[in-house]
């Protein structure tokens, strides 16, 4: 009998619609996505101390922030410190100004 006719194990080539590939991404970003510490008023005061501290000596900071479900480490300089929109303007080792709001803060230390 001819290969290329019989049906006795026919085999498929997988297949996924695009809701179904949406919905695993979607559902492996959700599964991957951390949550956000919650920091008392003492270690807000402490790091707003870091950082007047660094501004004053000219003192390079590494700040662990909480940004769209992870976190990202910087390391910079505090170039600016927007008391209105509570943003920090951080100048990095190639000379970009990355704004930082305050409220994304998790950890500064100096380094």
């Excluded at 001819?2 to 599964?31: A, C, I, S, T, Y």
């Excluded at 003492?42 to 000596?57: D, K, P, R």
Aim: proline share 2%; with cysteine.
């Amino acid at each position: 009998m001819n290969m290329l006719r019989d049906r006795g194990k026919m085999k498929w080539q997988g297949m996924f619609m695009p809701e179904h590939v949406k919905g695993l991404r979607e559902f492996d970003w959700d599964h991957k996505k951390k949550t956000k510490p919650e920091l008392d008023e003492q270690q807000y005061e402490l790091m707003e101390e870091t950082i007047c501290e660094a501004m004053a000596e000219d003192l390079d900071l590494c700040m662990t922030i909480f940004e769209k479900g992870d976190f990202h480490l910087l390391i910079g300089k505090v170039h600016y410190v927007d008391s209105y929109k509570k943003q920090l303007r951080v100048v990095d080792f190639h000379h970009e100004v990355h704004r930082v709001k305050m409220s994304d803060l998790v950890d500064v230390k100096v380094k």
